[in-house]
C-alpha cells in the first residue's frame, strides 16, 4: 500500500522549512532603509524650501531697487533745474517696494554718487548733475537659519553673515 499525498504534507513541510530557514537579520530592513531615505530627502527638501525663500528674497530686493531707481530718474530733473531730493525718494520708493522684507535691515547707498544728510530726516540730497549716471545699490541680510539647528546656510566657517546685494544704475537726462 503506497501513502497517499493527497494532502501535500511534503510540500507544506517544504515550505514551512524554507521559511524558517530565512535569516533573522533581514526582517525590518525595509523600515531601516526608508527610515535612512527619508532623512536625506527631508534635509534636500527643507534646503530648496530655503533656497527658494532666499531667491524670493532677492528677487523682492531687485525689483525694489529698479523701482527706486526709476524714481530717481523720474524726479532727478524739475522745471527748476536738478533735484537734489531725488536720492531720497528713490530710497523711500524702494524701501516702500519691499514690502516681504524688513525694512529696518535694508541697507540702501548710492555708490560713485555724493550724497549728504540723513536717511530718516529726509534731507538726504544728492549731487546730481545731467547726464550722468547714478547708482542704487540695496543690500539685506541673508538668513537660512534651519530652527533649532542653529545652522545658517548663508554663512561659511567663522566668515561674517553674508548680505544679498542688488544695484541698478540709470542715466540722468
Do not use: H, W
Not at 31 to 53: N, R
Not at 59 to 78: Q, Y
Not at 150 to 168: D, K, R, W
Amino acid at each position: 500500500m503506497t501513502v497517499s499525498n493527497g494532502f501535500k504534507f511534503r510540500a507544506a513541510k517544504r515550505g514551512l522549512r524554507r521559511l524558517l530557514a530565512r535569516p533573522a537579520c533581514e526582517r525590518g530592513s525595509v523600515l531601516y532603509e526608508f527610515a535612512m531615505v527619508v532623512m536625506v530627502v527631508s534635509v534636500m527638501l527643507i534646503g530648496i524650501i530655503y533656497g527658494g525663500i532666499t531667491f524670493y528674497d532677492y528677487e523682492t530686493l531687485a525689483n525694489a531697487t529698479a523701482i527706486g531707481a526709476r524714481t530717481i530718474s523720474i524726479n532727478a530733473k524739475t522745471s527748476s533745474g536738478v533735484n537734489t531730493q531725488a536720492c531720497y525718494l528713490g530710497e523711500q520708493a524702494l524701501l516702500g517696494a519691499a514690502t516681504s522684507l524688513n525694512p529696518s535691515q535694508i541697507t540702501v547707498s548710492f555708490p560713485g554718487t555724493t550724497t549728504t544728510g540723513t536717511y530718516s530726516a529726509g534731507n538726504l540730497s544728492c549731487t546730481l548733475a545731467e547726464g550722468n549716471t547714478i547708482a542704487i545699490m540695496a543690500t539685506y541680510p541673508c538668513s537660512m537659519n534651519f530652527p533649532k539647528l542653529g545652522i545658517n546656510l548663508c554663512n561659511g566657517q567663522g566668515s561674517p553673515a553674508t548680505t544679498i546685494t542688488a544695484q541698478v544704475a540709470v542715466r540722468v537726462e
